[in-house]
T-cell receptor, first 116, second 113 residues
Framework: GAGVSQSPSNKVTEKGKDVELRCDPI?????LYWYRQSLGQGLEFLIY????????KSGLPSDRFSAERTGGSVSTLTIQRTQQEDSAVYLC??????????????FGPGTRLTVT | SQQGEEDPQALSIQEGENATMNCSYK?????LQWYRQNSGRGLVHLIL?????REKHSGRLRVTLDTSKKSSSLLITASRAADTASYFC?????????????FGKGTLLTVNP
């Protein structure tokens, strides 16, 4: 079946602009994750959604970052007033969720964000 | 913060040889997973080993886990040029936030034809 999809695949934006990154998880996966991968920091957890529960936002680096998940499916990560240090690949993943034993995460191809 | 630390950072071998990568971590875990990444884009899940397991096999992959040493190894046997990629270990901590994965910085494997 279809995997996790993300759009756009590449985004170049000017410092100070807002950007929206989109993630379509695998159908039936109740858990959705956002990660950021940058040269200096490796892969960092940003936010986690599980069903209708309150999301775990503990990884968001600042209040310029926010994310929502509508209808338990598609998710949007928004970065306001982008800074050059926001440049990174933003990866979305989904999993079946529920018990910890169903923990395999399936990743999308990522969005490469460049802030000039 | 990065809990998993892969070793070596880079590994270059000839096709047909075996590749061994190691991962160390710091806290108690629920499970440990290995992922592969090609060209800096999406990660592909390879194998998951639970904290009560010591060894697991999947095709040419063999993973071991030593919770007393807080370490894991990934062995790829009879390597192929197509195995060239970055390999990451990721730990799921025991406790309430066990859905979170903490990734290491990865090992870049190059398999020369």
């Amino acid at each position: 079946g279809a995997g996790v999809s993300q759009s756009p695949s590449n985004k170049v934006t000017e410092k100070g602009k807002d950007v929206e990154l989109r993630c379509d998880p695998i159908s039936g996966h109740t858990a959705l994750y956002w990660y950021r991968q940058s040269l200096g920091q490796g892969l960092e957890f940003l936010i986690y959604f599980q069903g209708n529960s309150a999301p775990d936002k503990s990884g968001l680096p600042s209040d310029r970052f926010s994310a929502e998940r509508t209808g338990g499916s598609v998710s949007t990560l928004t970065i306001q007033r982008t800074q050059q240090e926001d440049s990174a690949v933003y990866l979305c993943a989904s999993s079946l969720g529920g018990r910890a034993g169903r923990a395999e995460q399936y990743f999308g191809p990522g969005t490469r964000l460049t802030v000039t | 913060s990065q809990q998993g630390e892969e070793d070596p950072q880079a590994l270059s071998i000839q096709e047909g040889e075996n590749a061994t990568m190691n991962c160390s971590y710091k806290t108690s875990i629920n499970n440990l997973q290995w992922y592969r990444q090609n060209s800096g884009r999406g990660l592909v899940h390879l194998i998951l080993i639970r904290s009560n397991e010591r060894e697991k096999h999947s095709g040419r992959l063999r993973v071991t886990l030593d919770t007393s040493k807080k370490s894991s190894s990934l062995l790829i046997t009879a390597s192929r040029a197509a195995d060239t990629a970055s390999y990451f270990c990721a730990t799921s901590n025991s406790g309430g936030s066990n859905y979170k994965l903490t990734f290491g910085k990865g090992t870049l494997l190059t398999v020369n034809p």
